[in-house]
Each structure stands twice: as C-alpha cells, then as structure tokens.
C-alpha cells in the first residue's frame, strides 16, 4: 500500500518568516502611533515623559529611526513619520526649545490640579485619569501657546511690513528729489540764456519807444520881449 510522503518544513525558514512579519508589525505600529502623537508635543511623538535625560532622548530618536526608516520598511506613511521623528528629536535637543515645552506641560498639570481642587498629595494622580487629563490639558496650553506665537509673529511682520514701506517711501523721496535737482541743474544754462534775451528784448523795446529828434519836433516860439 503507497503512503503519501510529508514535505518536510525547513523549522528555520518558518521562524525568519514569522519574525520578519512580526517586525514588519512593529514598525507599522510604531509609523502609526508617530503620526496620531500630538505634533506639538515632542515628547509625544518620540513616546517619551518630560524630564527625561538627554541620553534618553538620544537613545530613543537612534532606535525609533533606524526601526522606521523609509529605506527599511515598504509603508508609505514611514517618510512622513521620519521627518516628525527628526522634528521632535530637535526640538527636545534645543536647550530653549524644551524649556518652553517643559513649562508649558507643567502649566497644563497645575491647571488641571486647580481645576480639580486636587494637591500634589492627592491620591488621583497615580491614575490613569489623571494621565488623561493632562495630557489633554497639556494639548490645551500648547495650542494656545502656538496661537499666542503665530499672532506675535504676523503683528510682528506687519510692523515690519510697516517699516519696510516707509523705508521705501523714503527712499522715493530722495530719488525723486535728487533727480530733481540733477533736472533742475542740466537746465541752467538753458534758464540763463532765456533769461538773457528776455532782457534783451526787453531793452530793445523800451528804447524803441522813446521819441526822437527829428523835422516833426516842434520848434518853440520865441517870446517877444515887451516894450
């Protein structure tokens, strides 16, 4: 009797398979969660607390970016995941950057403890609520933050506009005053000879007018003496 003989599976191309899925997962999961992070959060988008050591953000930003690499994963969102990687990686690396960060998340948790009449002693922020919470209310302060800068800016480059305008201006005037003073001075000459037979003429005619001593002169009469 024939017996159906098994194709023997190679354990080890298995495994490659399944662990080369399972990393194709991880960096899927990890473009994802990158691109739903609050953008304005650096520490968001890198998966980090605040208050973390450089060391931390360096190491995470070193990891984080070989895994999503456009060049190592076929997922089309990986570029754009990569570009908001790098963005927060220098924010957090910018000493002025993150201080204002910093005091921006620790604004949101002192409103949200105020608004909750809660202490730093309360027992409600070792909770996941709490966590929410800020974490909503560190989105809240950062985009009023990030309006608050954009007004600032566009006040500031309409006054720059200003300037610039009246700088402008100014300069106008000045060509326009040189170029007449350079018209003005082409024409002296010009002026000075006009001028010159306006005189001229106007010699000429006033001798004209004057009479002259000729046969139609009248002769006084001679007065008779008397007696």
């Known amino acids: 009797m024939a017996t159906n003989e098994e194709t023997p599976v190679d354990t080890r191309d298995a495994l490659e398979v399944l662990e080369s899925e399972a990393k194709e997962w991880e ?3 990890e473009i994802d969660r990158i691109l739903k992070a609050f953008r304005l959060d650096a520490y968001a988008v890198l998966g980090l607390k605040p ?6 953000i360096k190491a995470t930003y070193r990891k984080k970016s070989l895994l999503i690499h456009p060049d190592k994963t076929k997922n089309p969102l990986a570029p754009e995941a990569f570009d908001r990687l790098k963005k927060a990686q220098t924010e957090l690396m910018d000493e002025k950057h993150r201080k204002t960060l910093d005091e921006a998340i620790a604004d949101a948790r002192m409103l949200v403890l105020r608004e909750n009449k809660w202490t730093v002693d309360s027992p409600e922020l070792k909770t996941a609520d709490f ?3 800020w974490a909503d209310k560190t989105k809240f302060v950062l985009i009023e933050n990030e309006q ?12 720059e506009g200003r300037e610039q305008r009246r700088r402008e201006e100014e300069a ?5 005053k040189r170029q007449h003073e350079e018209e003005w001075e082409a024409t002296r000459d010009q002026r000075i ?5 306006f005189q001229k003429s106007k010699t000429g005619g006033a001798a004209a007018a004057e009479p ?16």
């Open 27 to 29: 960096k899927d999961a």
């Open 51 to 56: 208050g973390v050591p450089e060391s931390d």
């Open 131 to 133: 966590e929410r919470k």
């Open 148 to 159: 608050r800068r954009r007004r600032q800016l566009k006040a500031q480059m309409q006054e």
């Open 172 to 176: 106008e005037q000045r060509r326009r």
């Open 193 to 197: 000879n006009s001028w010159r037979q």
């Open 212 to 227: 002259s001593d000729g046969p139609e002169k009248k002769k006084k009469k001679k007065l008779k003496p008397i007696g």
